[in-house]
């Protein structure tokens, strides 16, 4: 029961950290209909300037330094590339994307060396807490915490304020929504500036010996990937969906990793949204959209 316990919570917290990267890409894909494949390096980037701030700065003031750089990033690429490509199909921006995913990594990849792996999680990493009679890491409970409590604010925000209302008319219907006065560059910069902060967040997390494993930071780019199935599992055009998608890529890690072996764990998360794939090609919670012929 204990064991059981463990998996569950940790795969809660991988789970939620999951949620916020998928969020992430979601909140993109209903602005632009983007994907974003540059979603892991926003991480990396705002892991490599927290790191860096933590040289001359305490643990939060760096955090807070690292997300601010990672919307910052997100912004910039929208304003000075994706919109600039107008007459861009969306399969050509995400093409983009992966220009700049590897473009950014390269850099990051070559400024950090092989010094040894960064690691963000000071006030949390490798340190254990008795939960309901069994040990788990604090990692895990604090990013359910901190993933719950943004996913909350964020839709609240989705639900009752302009910029809600502007993003879910966008989504859905673009023309419409530029008739009725919605400025639809502010909707995308602002989509993106939130994707950027939400990976942002996420990489404290992931660069941990909890989560990320020993190559800390380093690793950040490929476990940021993972959120990708749960954006799909979810539905690339449902935030709720991205939140479930989150947790069940989460737990399906967790229970995999501690019932079976790590290398099951890795293919497991793509089987699963597979299986959901074949049964709602959409996802979860997404819409097939309907064509006029």
């Known amino acids: 029961m204990t064991t ?28 632009t209909e983007t994907v974003n494949f540059a979603h892991g390096s926003l991480a990396l980037f705002g892991g490599y300037i927290i790191f860096r701030a933590k040289e001359h700065l305490p643990w939060f003031p760096s955090v807070v330094i690292g997300v601010v750089a990672a919307a910052l990033l997100g912004l910039l690429i929208e304003r000075l590339l994706l919109a600039r490509a107008k007459n861009a199909t969306p399969d050509s921006l995400a093409i983009l994307t992966i220009g700049v995913d590897i473009v950014i ?45 943004l996913i909350g604010l964020f839709f609240l925000a989705f639900r009752y304020t302009n910029w809600g209302l502007a993003m879910r008319a966008q989504a859905e219907n673009r023309e419409a929504s530029a008739l009725m006065g919605i400025r639809s560059w502010r909707v ?35 476990v940021a990937f993972a959120a990708f199935p749960a954006a799909v599992l979810g539905g690339l055009t449902s935030a709720e969906g991205a939140v479930v998608g989150g947790l069940l890529v989460g737990l399906t890690d967790s229970i995999a990793s501690q019932y079976v072996d790590l290398n099951f764990a890795s293919v497991a998360v793509y089987l699963v949204m597979l299986l959901v794939l074949v049964v709602r090609p959409a996802g979860l919670f997404g819409r097939v959209e309907q064509a006029r012929v």
Not at 119 to 140: C, E, I, N, Q, W
């Open 188 to 222: 995308t910069a602002s989509a993106w500036l939130v994707g950027g902060g939400l990976a942002g967040i996420a990489v404290i997390f992931l660069a941990t010996n909890d989560i990320g494993g020993g190559s800390g930071l380093l690793a950040s780019h490929t």
């Open 4 to 31: 059981f316990v463990q998996a569950i919570v940790n795969g809660l917290g991988e789970g939620a950290v999951f949620a916020l990267l998928a969020l992430g890409f979601v909140i993109i894909y209903k602005a």
């Open 105 to 149: 990594l390269t850099e990051i990849t070559r400024r950090l060396g092989t010094a040894a792996a960064p690691f963000l999680g000071d006030p949390y990493d490798s340190k254990p807490m008795h939960l309901f009679g069994a040990t788990v890491s604090r990692t895990y409970v604090v990013a359910l915490i901190v993933a719950l409590v």
